[in-house]
């Protein structure tokens, strides 16, 4: 089985940078694509980014220009880099994990994910 673990999150200012972190352990991390999803307060979970096992990437329109997300093999880590923050990006943040026979399959339904970490809150203030 796989564990993902957020962390990173906590209180920003607007027009800040923030950088979460996903460690993936239980199974082998290369074989798996990665994805960043958020939650705000009474809404649905959405897609932010996501990336394959050979770090081809794609991103939400809301978030595009704003953010990396890169994932470091040697340290079984996902990373999801955000700069400008706006207020709107107040949310809690999950990572997610999928087998993919594919290194260059990127996934934005959540739907496909398999695996779920417990989540990161960010919070963005003015």
């Known amino acids: 089985q796989v564990q993902l673990v957020e962390s990173g999150g906590g209180l920003m200012q607007a027009g800040g940078s923030l950088r979460l972190s996903c460690a993936f352990s239980?199974?082998?991390?290369?074989?798996?694509?990665m994805g960043w999803f958020r939650q705000a307060p009474g809404k649905e979970r959405e897609f932010v980014a996501a990336?394959?096992?050979?770090?081809?990437?794609a991103a939400a329109d809301s978030v595009k220009g704003r953010i990396t997300i890169s994932r470091d093999s040697a340290k079984n880590t996902a990373y999801l880099q955000m700069n400008s923050l706006k207020l709107e990006d107040t949310a809690l943040y999950y990572c997610?994990?999928?087998?993919?026979?594919?290194?260059?399959?990127?996934?934005?339904?959540?739907?496909?994910?398999?695996?779920w970490g417990q989540g990161t809150q960010v919070t963005v203030s003015s």
């Open positions: 990336i394959s096992r050979s770090a081809d990437y």
């Open positions: 239980g199974l082998s991390f290369t074989n798996y694509a």
């Open positions: 997610a994990a999928v087998f993919a026979w594919s290194p260059t399959n990127v996934f934005r339904d959540q739907s496909q994910y398999r695996y």
